[in-house]
């Protein structure tokens, strides 16, 4: 089972999914994580409350990468509020004290449940989420170190 999450969080470094900005979006926040170096931004765009298209560029550690591929699958065509859920689900289940279930059901999200025997790469795992949640909110910048 943690081979299997390792290839996916691996696959995603490699072959990141909706990679690169788009042209116009609406939403968009920057994140980084000065303990690892990783630093992301994301990018989407609301088609009413939905989220038509959803982006990320950047640079960082392979967890922080795989996470932001993921999250930009997983949160594609949702609406502004189910993604803002799934990413408070995420946030808490892996900087909470052993919420591994809340990823049971999600497919390839469940590998990210592989970090929590790292405590020291949460923060890369969380923020792409962190990035999404300022993006349907205020759009501020976040950094794991405030
Ligand atoms: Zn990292």
């Known amino acids: 089972m943690e081979n299997l999450y390792q290839d996916i969080i691996l696959d995603h470094n490699r072959r990141p999914r909706n990679y690169g ?11 980084r994580n000065p303990l690892c170096g990783d630093e992301l931004e994301i990018a989407l765009s609301l088609e009413g409350e939905r989220i038509g298209e959803i982006c990320f560029q950047g640079q960082g550690c392979a967890i922080s990468r795989a996470s932001a ?5 997983a949160t594609k065509g949702l609406s502004r509020s ?10 808490e289940g892996l900087d909470g004290p052993g919420e591994a279930a809340v990823f049971a059901g999600q497919g390839e999200l469940e590998a990210l449940s592989g970090v929590q025997q790292f405590p020291a790469r949460v923060k890369c ?20 170190e405030e």
């Open 125 to 144: 795992a969380t923020l792409a989420w962190q990035a999404l949640l300022s993006a349907l909110g205020d759009g501020r910048p976040v950094s794991t």
């Open 21 to 31: 900005l788009p042209g116009n979006p609406t939403n968009r926040a920057r994140a």
């Open 69 to 73: 591929s993921l999250m930009t699958e």
């Open 82 to 91: 189910e993604a803002a859920a799934l990413a408070r689900k995420v946030v």
